[in-house]
């Protein structure tokens, strides 16, 4: 029987047929539709045991426990660490956003080379190797710079630089060094912290300290807390925030002053009729207050009304437990001077040594013997060595090592910190990251980052009492880093440079035992405490009083408040690319940033909404764009800090202008330390 | 016409019934691969000459979620050294405990990642209710792979999920399962 063309179409039809009283055609739809579930660019889930492990996050100016959950020993989300005196279970925008840094596309995944106008792979042994020599060429023409004020890896690296016969040991700016020589001013010796869990009466002057400034997570739990108790909190700026948006009331006060409205309620205080003649220093205090702040006065540099002044001092002085926070809003650039009269203000209300006033705690113990001690290292101040590197004044160091910071961004009078680091005979990075610093390097030996690693923190500034906080790292390294303080001493083992130490982890054990700390117990997450502070014996100013300098108003300039929002990143951090999502329509237009400036202001520049303007100081010029916004005084511009990065990643390169370009630093006679909290600037179209 | 009529009807049925065979018996040999686990565990040395109860290995945490496949921490308690003659557990000791290297087991019944199943609701069924009686091998099944999903021929369907919560009277709402 032959197969026609009528069989042939039977057969076929008979085929498809019982095709459809098979599982092929349903079967393989079903499986069609599931396969576009899994196409190999899908996330998928990873499964295994879920844990929370204590970890700390440095990502800001501040140190605290977060924990960690991780999946199958990965890391997927951090949060709060309820039981850490800093944190009480709360989390800032960098730690919410620090798991997914461990993958950030900026990570520097191996030790790497100078080649050029690029950089080649070398390895550990090589880098090593390579440093070693540079240490011992350099001698004593070495330099240091930490980003890192509470951790042991900054001792390590500050005793290999002292070890070699230096004393360029330099911290990145902020406020523990200014408030340090305040304290130092008012005769005190030691950090200066903030027990403001226990006050009943919080005046925030420039201390953004809900939204960047201090302890954040411990401050913020402070806040909630105190709803229920009734404690006033009240922030003193020149435009509104997330602080001032929550606080009892907003002071508007013109950016830089609210040193010199601190003297001005001194003033109103020092007036009263109680007797404080016995008070050491005292009198010329007081006298000096009112006679260089009277009301009227304060009240025009200020932009404060004589009768807020005095509304404010009575307040106080009825308040029982007052605290005054006194701070840049940036959270840096103030001068010792500044500072001491904010302190002098908590002096005059005896709120300093005291249950919810001003705590003086002791410096952390010394462990790594060729270290600087931190109070030199505070004392050194960075922005001026650089600034006179690169103005021929002093010897640029033949080696100079970065750690934890990123100087060739993140300072003020920015083109001298760069020219100075480009003089430098060798530069070498430690960064997690190909931050701006690490991309101007000789060489990079990339750090492991915050959650691989271990590391410690004591006491961050602001903090209510002394702690200190061990971290075990969470995961092994995912890419070819190591522990910069493992390497450091491995370092100077090959320069034959004896730190007395092995292991980074013995320099941690022997800080936690010269405190009396369990170094076992903080590994598992619990931070020592201590309730002990140095008492001391203060007097209202030891040095001699002057007035403060503040920029003058010349009807061409407007008064800069640079603001720092740590969603946006830090001084070491640029944006994490978890945070891109939380900025917000008016913070860029584009790849513009917004500064804030008021209709009046607007009218009197002749700008409007969304206007392209250039922004002009004497350090450097800034790119933006105009938003109004009436929460901000007349003659001021506000602009974020933390855009503007040249390297990094696609998540933060190129968006924004970089503001410290703006920050034009001068140097406070009496401590040698930079002041950038009063710049003034231009501002005008594009 | 009768032989026309055969002429139609005999490459019709012939047709339907190659159709049919092909679709049941050759289909799913097409369909699936078959994949081996990468080591050959052996229940029964464990469970009656070790006499390992099952949730030494297969236990729930204590947040109530479930370990599933063990690891090597599960393991290297014994097997951090090579125990006996067995060429795979030299193999598991080399390979993978040395090397600090999980073994990639093959899940004879792994949800996609949008369904969430509890097994700690389910503890009150026979594990064997779902799985392969595994303990009672000495090699483990094979593992049907389907070339076309990614996923075992044993992955539960969702209307057999549905058809025992409606016999046992549990919810059947979609978020009981998919979150």
């Known amino acids: ?686 | 016409m009768a032989k026309c009529k055969s002429c139609v009807v005999l490459p019709f049925l012939v047709g339907l019934v190659a159709s049919i065979v092909l679709g049941w018996w050759g289909f799913p040999k097409v369909l699936y691969s078959q994949k081996t686990q990468p080591i050959r565990f052996d229940h029964i040395v464990h469970v009656e000459d070790q006499a390992m109860a099952c949730e030494d290995c297969h236990a729930f945490r204590d947040d109530g979620s479930y370990a599933g496949m063990p690891t090597n921490a599960n393991c290297v308690g014994c097997h951090e050294d090579v125990q006996g003659e067995d060429p795979d557990e030299a193999r598991y000791v080399t390979e993978y405990v040395q090397q600090e290297k999980e073994v990639e087991w093959l899940g004879y019944q792994k949800q996609p990642d949008n369904v969430y199943f509890s097994h700690i609701a389910h503890k009150e069924l026979d594990c064997t209710s779902c799985h392969p009686d595994v303990a009672n091998m000495s090699t483990p099944p094979v593992y049907y792979e389907n070339r076309l999903s990614g996923y075992s021929k044993d992955t539960m369907k969702m209307w057999q999920c549905e058809e025992c919560h409606a016999q046992s009277g549990a919810s059947n709402a979609c978020f009981v399962c998919h979150k």
Not at chain 1, 409 to 427: M, R, S
């Open chain 1, 1 to 686: 029987m032959g197969l026609d063309r009528r069989s042939f179409i039977s057969l076929v039809a008979g085929g498809v047929a019982g095709s459809l009283f098979t599982p092929v055609i349903w079967k393989t739809l079903d499986d069609v539709s599931i396969w576009t579930q899994n196409w190999p660019w899908i996330p998928r889930l990873q499964y295994g045991e879920e844990l929370t492990v204590p970890a700390l996050c440095k990502l800001g100016a501040d140190a605290y426990g977060v924990k960690v959950k991780t999946i199958a020993g990965r890391p997927v989300a951090a949060e709060g660490n309820p039981d850490h005196p800093l944190s009480l279970g709360g989390i800032c925008p960098l730690g919410a956003a620090s798991v997914h840094l461990l993958y950030s596309p900026s990570r520097v995944k191996n030790p790497k080379l100078r080649d050029g106008s690029s950089f080649k792979d070398i390895t550990w042994e090589e880098a090593e190797e390579l440093l070693a020599g540079k240490v011992k060429e350099a001698g004593a023409s070495m330099a240091m710079i930490s980003g890192d004020e509470t951790g042991s890896v900054t001792d390590v690296l500050s005793g290999l630089v002292g070890k070699a016969g230096s004393d360029k040991s330099f911290f990145m700016p902020g406020e523990s060094a200014p408030a340090a020589a305040a304290l130092a001013m008012l005769g005190g010796d030691g950090q200066v912290g903030y027990d403001i869990e226990n006050a009943n009466y919080v005046l925030m002057l420039g201390a953004d300290a809900l939204g960047s400034w201090g302890n954040v997570a411990r401050n913020g739990k402070a806040f909630s807390a105190s709803r229920e108790k009734g404690v006033k909190f009240v922030y003193v700026g020149p435009a509104q925030n997330g602080t001032s948006a929550v606080a009892d009331s907003w002071i508007p006060c013109a950016a830089g002053t609210e040193s010199v409205l601190a003297l001005g309620i001194a003033a109103v205080i020092a007036g009263t009729n109680r007797d404080r003649s016995f008070w050491p220093g005292f009198a010329s205090f007081a006298k000096f207050v009112q006679t260089s702040y009277p009301l009227d006065k304060v009240a025009e540099i200020t932009g404060v009304s004589a009768a807020t002044i005095t509304g404010l001092a009575q307040e106080l002085v009825r308040a029982g437990r007052p605290l005054v926070l006194t701070a840049a809003e940036a959270g840096q650039g103030l001068g010792a001077f500044e500072l001491a009269a904010g302190m002098s203000l908590n002096m005059l209300l005896q709120r300093v040594n005291t249950v919810g006033g001003v705590r003086i705690l002791p410096w952390a113990p010394k462990v790594v013997e060729a270290a600087a001690d931190k109070k030199a290292m505070f004392a050194n101040d960075l922005v001026a060595y650089l600034s006179t590197v690169a103005d021929g004044g002093a010897e640029a160091p033949a080696l100079l090592m970065v750690y934890g910071a990123n100087p060739a961004y993140a300072l003020p009078n920015l083109a001298k910190a760069q020219a100075a680091i480009d003089k430098a005979g060798f530069v070498v990075s430690f960064s997690s990251f190909m931050d701006e610093t690490a991309a101007m390097a000789d060489l990079i030996m990339p750090d492991s980052y915050a959650f691989e690693r271990l590391d410690d923190a004591y006491s961050p500034y602001g903090s209510g009492q002394p702690n200190y906080t061990v971290a075990a790292p969470v995961i092994k390294p995912v890419f070819d880093t190591k522990p910069a303080g493992d390497v450091l001493l491995s370092v100077a083992a090959k320069a034959e440079l004896d730190l007395g130490f092995e292991s980074f982890e013995d320099v941690v054990k022997a800080k936690a035992e010269a405190l009396g700390a369990d170094f076992d117990a903080m590994v598992e997450g619990a931070a020592w405490v201590s309730e002990e502070f140095p008492v001391q014996d203060l007097a209202l100013w030891t040095t001699p009083l002057q007035e403060l300098a503040v920029a003058a108003q010349d009807g061409k300039t407007l008064a800069l408040a640079p603001v720092l929002r740590l969603k946006i990143g830090s001084s070491k951090i640029a944006i994490p690319p978890f945070n891109t999502n939380a900025i917000r329509f008016n913070e860029m237009l584009g790849n513009d940033m917004y500064v804030l400036i008021n209709a009046a202001t607007a009218k009197n520049l002749g700008l409007k909404k969304d206007d392209a303007v250039k922004l002009a100081s004497s350090g450097g010029e800034c790119k933006a764009r105009v938003r109004i916004f009436e929460g901000v005084m007349n003659d001021t511009v506000v602009a974020p800090l933390g855009l503007g990065h040249t390297a990094w990643d696609a998540f933060s390169r190129g968006k924004g202008d970089n503001v410290y370009k703006l920050l034009a630093a001068d140097t406070e006679a009496e401590t040698g330390l930079s002041r950038f909290a009063t710049v003034r600037v231009t501002v005008s179209k594009a």
